[in-house]
């Protein structure tokens, strides 16, 4: 401990040089004297403690395992650290400064707003033929998003078209854009033997995860979404590259010999044919803008709602409704705070409302997040808690992760949120899998590397490569099991 002490000292004297750089860059100054650093801990329960210590005291977490915490520390904050209860195993630099490590134009919303400006105000002129498009080689604002949404459905309208998921909590749209093939109804018969007729107990009774044993007349719902913490701007636009990908690869024959494709042709048209997929590149269009604003903070990371103390936003990803912990981060201006109760988030609530809704017929759902390379299933609220379906999650989540590794050669760990990451109540896919009854509930964690959620522009487009992937793999699965169809991974071709 003591020499971790005497680390913290040093390293918070070769932060100050960098002061001086502010002047360079007047967004965020903050960040020259912050670092980016990862602490290693002795055991999964030492991580648990100390990333709610640190989430309690108002530290930036950037991302957690059982093995390692990441965050951002200013000086201040490194002397608060090193005083503390805590005894990290290893601390290590990532990023001495986070601003001096990057490329300061990308740093900035200038920087990504002309350059997003650029590629929309082609838009009118493109026909989207193909996916080395500009629109994946830069992030974009809110009204960008919805800008490329409404050309999607402008340019393919027999494929795509915009559903309104409801609204913020400062009355801003979240939009979708709801991709199939609107004139194909399937009718497929469902295998007696694939009917999934089980139930889990839990302290809040027993949860029934029955299928029905008909016939199924209409389309298979699949919900994507990301953005739901709003600096993780990788997330939205990865979603809009599996939109552009999925699309091309059904309606463009030939396909353009130049641009790449992930899907073949006849697995595109299947799944189009069967699933009615919903796109909705960002949960927390409040947050996002935020992320965008000249005043705002490009590190924000929770929606806009206030939630007293002078203080603003939920942690969306803590506040639905299945396990939410009251009590667990009760410091409303903490970046994990949960919320006073469950689905306080009107974006969540909205989103809830449209996942249950009947006409929907919500199977499947995925969760975009960035950083960390993991695919997951439930549960996240505890280790000690195992679905009667994790053999299933578990082998579609390999079956995607391998057919990730295929494209770049990254590697994406692969279990449960709680395995995987650490134990987070108030999660996305716990509450769609256990309440909501969307037995294919998977969340990704995409690529970071040490830019963790300040990932260049350029690899926007690689991101989008590998995970578009990885989702057809998945989305095949789901839909393979759900016809009843056998499927061996030992077995099967690559997609
Ligand atoms: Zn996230």
């Given at each position: ?121 082609n838009l009118s002129s493109t026909r989207l033929q193909a996916l080395d498009d500009p629109i994946h ?11 490329i949404?409404?050309r999607f459905?402008e340019e393919f ?83 809009l590259?599996?939109i552009h990908?999925?699309l091309l690869?059904?309606v463009y ?243």
């Amino acid at each position: 401990m003591l020499g971790l002490k005497a680390t913290l000292l040093a390293l918070v004297c070769t932060a100050l040089p960098s002061y001086i750089q502010a002047q360079q860059l007047p967004f965020a100054p903050h960040l020259h004297q912050e670092q980016l650093v990862r602490l290693s801990w002795p055991s999964r329960s030492a991580a648990e403690e100390a990333v709610a210590w640190l989430d309690d005291n108002n530290f930036d977490v950037w991302s957690t395992t059982p093995q390692h915490t990441t965050l951002r520390l200013s000086p201040s904050q490194h002397e608060q650290l090193s005083s503390s209860h805590l005894s990290p195993s290893a601390l290590d630099v990532l990023l001495p400064s986070i601003a001096d490590h990057l490329d300061s134009t990308t740093l900035t919303p200038t920087f990504n707003l002309q350059h997003s400006e650029a590629a929309v105000a082609n838009l009118s002129s493109t026909r989207l033929q193909a996916l080395d498009d500009p629109i994946h080689d830069s992030y974009h604002s809110l009204d960008a998003l919805y800008q490329i949404l409404r050309r999607f459905e402008e340019e393919f309208s027999d494929y795509a078209h915009i559903v309104k998921v409801g609204e913020s909590a400062e009355g801003k749209d979240i939009l979708g854009l709801k991709v199939t093939n609107q004139s194909y109804t399937p009718t497929v018969s469902r295998s007696q033997d694939d009917v999934v007729d089980s139930h889990f107990e839990d302290s809040d009774g027993i949860h029934a995860l029955k299928h029905k044993k008909h016939k199924i007349h209409k389309k298979l719902g699949f919900v994507v979404a990301g953005g739901q913490h709003a600096r993780e701007w990788i997330a939205p636009s990865v979603v809009l590259y599996l939109i552009h990908d999925l699309l091309l690869s059904t309606v463009y024959v030939p396909y353009p010999s130049h641009s790449h494709r992930t899907y073949s042709r006849p697995t595109a048209a299947h799944l189009l044919d069967t699933v009615e997929f919903t796109f909705i590149p960002t949960l927390n269009p409040d947050g996002y803008s935020w992320t965008w604003a000249t005043e705002g903070d490009r590190l924000w990371r929770k929606n806009r709602q206030p939630t007293g103390d002078g203080c603003y936003g939920v942690d969306m990803n803590r506040n639905w409704g299945f396990k939410w912990a009251s009590g667990s981060r009760p410091n409303p201006c903490s970046d994990a705070y949960a919320g006073e109760g469950p689905f306080e988030s009107p974006e969540l609530r909205a989103v809830r409302d449209y996942l249950l809704e009947k006409k929907n017929n919500v199977k499947g759902f995925l969760d975009v997040h960035s950083f960390g390379q993991m695919i997951m299933f439930p549960f996240s609220y505890s280790c000690s808690r195992s679905s009667p379906d994790e053999e299933n999650h578990f082998e579609g989540v390999v079956w995607a992760a391998k057919a990730l590794r295929a494209v770049h050669g990254k590697n994406f760990e692969v279990g449960s949120v709680c395995e995987v990451s650490l134990t987070a109540p108030g999660d996305s896919i716990d509450w769609t899998y256990a309440v909501g009854k969307i037995r294919w509930s998977f969340s990704v964690e995409l690529r970071g590397g040490i830019f963790g959620f300040l990932l260049p522009p350029a690899q926007i487009r690689p991101s989008g490569e590998e995970m578009s992937a990885a989702f057809v793999a998945l989305a095949d699965y789901v839909v393979r099991k759900e016809e009843g169809q056998r499927f061996d991974i030992a077995r099967e071709k690559e997609i």
